[in-house]
């Protein structure tokens, strides 16, 4: 069975940092993208970051280039959201999906017709 399960998300004051985790199971996240996403209330899914598997190329959606940075352990099956500098336009719930295809199917943010398999989302809430 294919699972994806995000955790690490939490209760944060502007200005820290979290890291999220998508840990996979049921497949091999070797083979796979992997892209993150997140929603706000009242607002879509955005896509704001991908991971290809073999070369680990990453890219980034322009809101969150700099603040945001995606990596994965393969040995681990597990990708990983490192968040700088939170705010409160961060505050949102945080998944996980497996892409289609093994690399990024876009060069900026992911979209969510690229990725067919998904997590329950972990949520980040950022305030003072």
């Known amino acids: 069975q294919i699972q994806l399960v995000e955790t690490g998300g939490g209760l944060v004051q502007p200005g820290e940092s979290l890291r999220l985790s998508c840990a996979a199971s049921?497949?091999?996240?070797?083979?796979?993208?992997i892209g993150w996403f997140r929603q706000a209330p009242g607002k879509e899914r955005e896509g704001v970051s991908c991971?290809?598997?073999?070369?680990?190329?990453?890219y980034y959606a322009d809101s969150v280039k700099g603040r945001f940075t995606v990596s994965r352990d393969n040995a681990k099956n597990t990708v990983y959201l490192q968040i700088n500098n939170l705010n409160s336009e961060d505050t949102a719930i945080y998944y996980c999906?497996?892409?289609?295809?093994?690399?990024?199917?876009?060069?900026?943010?992911?979209?969510?017709?690229?990725?067919?398999?998904w997590g329950q989302g972990t949520q980040v809430t950022v305030s003072s």
């Open positions: 991971i290809s598997s073999s070369d680990a190329g990453t």
């Open positions: 999906a497996r892409g289609l295809l093994p690399w990024c199917a876009t060069p900026t943010a992911p979209q969510t017709v690229d990725y067919n398999y």
């Open positions: 049921g497949f091999s996240l070797s083979y796979f993208a």
